[in-house]
């Protein structure tokens, strides 16, 4: 109770904060609101730019399919209808590597001076480097394809058509503009970027990649300059947060009237050390061998009171604390297991993670850092995504677990059927595992009844080469039908409940492959 009278103190004088701190409020907001307006407007120039290169790509195969021959009037066709099919396409030159021309799409020697290298696009033959045109300051794109070792084909192309035709209100708003080559040879550029230097103060900058093609775009604006266009806010602003504090305390005094879960230090707890992994064992149900473990964590406090997951993994999810959790229980869990995992190579060790973990995007490398050289090799971690919350962003999601397997871990779906993936995301995302939840277990009343939604849930595994653990198996029946349907791993406190590490050692050496031990008494023999 006393900690969260604390509590309620700080909350208190928390709540008014806002009043004090409005200009900084209002600051974050600016730089949030423009730095949106910024990005929407480099990802619009990049994909203007991604669209224009894909284009003189298929209009450079399509010239060469439809042509037997270079510079023939076959090809010299083809050519003009493309030229005239394109917006943006203004030239095409058939020439060698010393830069002799054989033949344009105007019968005229076209003269250009190369800006850049030229720079391979990943997952395409054809080449990207910028030229300047004799006669025209713009710089343009350059598009070449080699048909042989003497000859290439070469399609030049506008940049940024919605760049230079002013069409964007917003690009009129910012300081700086510029398209470059990946290499950092710039191409289009609007406004000075020295102009910048002397103008003091913090920058807003936003920048976007045109895709797989090696160009970037990059914006920036003084923040002293957008400020000036929100001095209404000000004391708006500072209503609203007079409006907030008092709202928030009203709020707080009421949550914590009706609140029966004390208000944890979960920060505290985690430097002290109190945060403590328990491990639940995996056995298989066809052998009676442990083959691994999930790792499961609970509060352990100074007094002895062992508090359970509920109580404190939202706030620490909600509180982004769940990272350094989870962290600290690895570290924990590498310690713990080394020696277990040496002997029996082939033991799993599954660790829980959090849609903290895909938005932060470092879990990877936090990876490499606790376990690389250490008794647990990649091979024996599994780390579990839990279903019940969505990952609203498949692509760093996709990144991260395919940085995973390039580790070698696998990955586990957790609480299958009951959240947001479905069979196109378990095949997307690459998962190795999935866990069924306790919840479709319990349906299991008999070992001779049959259960629907576990046998769809096992067929559908099946179909898709992805191996399954049950959770929650609590009775003898259970088993035995899961067993029955090929189901070989499973979990639950019909074999145990998560342990002390002491207990679950002992557990392990009983329950543990004696695969060393028997050949090294066959080594003795022999």
């Not at 109770?1 to 900084?24: C, E, K, T």
């Not at 029966?260 to 002290?272: G, L, Q, T």
């Not at 677990?401 to 995301?425: F, I, K, P, Q």
């Not at 653990?469 to 609590?474: F, H, L, N, T």
Request: glycine residues 6%; proline residues 4%; negative net charge.
């Amino acid at each position: 109770m006393r900690g969260s009278q604390i509590l309620l103190v700080v909350i208190a004088i928390l709540a008014f904060v806002p009043v004090l701190g409005v200009d900084y409020v209002l600051g974050r907001y600016v730089k949030a609101h423009e730095t949106e307006k910024m990005q929407s407007a480099v990802n619009v120039v990049s994909n203007d730019a991604q669209r224009i290169v894909h284009g003189a790509i298929q209009s450079l195969r399509t010239i060469l399919r439809d042509s037997p021959s270079l510079c023939t009037p076959t090809f010299m066709a083809n050519v003009n209808s493309q030229l005239q099919s394109s917006l943006f396409l203004t030239q095409v030159v058939v020439e060698n590597s010393d830069g002799v021309q054989y033949c344009s799409a105007y019968d005229s020697d076209v003269r250009y001076r190369v800006l850049s290298e030229s720079l391979a696009i990943p997952g395409y033959t054809e080449r990207l480097s910028a030229v300047v045109m004799e006669g025209n300051s713009t710089p343009m794109l350059k598009v070449t394809q080699h048909v042989n070792e003497n000859r290439s084909v070469s399609a030049f192309v506008v940049p940024a058509p919605i760049l230079l035709s002013g069409y964007m209100p917003v690009i009129s708003d910012l300081s700086y503009l510029q398209i470059a080559m990946t290499n950092g040879t710039p191409i289009v550029q609007v406004g000075d970027e020295r102009e910048l230097d002397g103008q003091g103060g913090d920058f807003l900058i936003a920048r976007s990649f045109a895709g797989e093609i090696p160009l970037r775009t990059e914006a920036a604006v003084s923040l002293s300059s957008v400020r000036a266009r929100y001095s209404e806010l000000t004391f708006a602003f500072t209503v609203i947060a007079c409006l907030i504090g008092a709202i928030t305390l009203a709020l707080a005094i009421q949550y914590a009237r009706r609140s029966k879960m004390p208000a944890y230090d979960i920060e505290r707890a985690i430097v002290a050390g109190e945060m403590k992994p328990y491990y639940q064992p995996v056995i298989n149900l066809r052998t009676g061998r442990l083959t691994g473990c999930e790792v499961l964590i609970r509060w352990v406090k100074r007094n002895g009171e062992v508090i359970p997951p509920g109580a404190f993994i939202d706030y620490a999810e909600m509180t982004n604390l769940a990272i350094p959790m989870t962290l600290n229980l690895m570290e924990q869990v590498r310690d713990d297991l080394e020696g277990i995992c040496r002997e029996v190579r082939d033991f799993k060790v599954s660790i829980n993670l959090f849609e903290g973990h895909f938005r932060d995007g470092s879990i990877v490398d936090d990876i490499q850092s606790i376990f690389e050289g250490s008794g647990i090799s990649y091979e024996q971690l599994v780390f579990e995504i839990t279903e019940r919350r969505p990952l609203d962003d498949r692509a760093a999601v996709n990144r991260i677990v395919s940085a995973m397997h390039a580790l070698g871990v696998r990955v586990a779906m957790d609480d299958v059927g009951t959240g947001h993936s479905n069979l196109a995301y378990l095949h997307t995302l690459g998962i190795d595992i999935i866990k069924i939840d306790k919840i479709f277990v319990d349906m299991i009343k008999d070992a001779n009844v049959p259960v629907p939604v576990i046998d769809g849930l096992v067929s559908m595994a099946r179909d898709m080469g992805i191996e399954i653990i049950a959770e929650g198996v609590e009775t003898q029946d259970q088993a035995l039908y899961l067993r029955s349907k090929n189901v070989t791993l499973a979990q639950g406190y019909l074999f145990s409940p998560p342990l002390k590490l002491d207990s679950f050692l002992t557990l392990a050496n009983a329950l543990k492959p004696q695969v060393k031990q028997t050949n090294l008494d066959e080594d003795i023999a022999a």
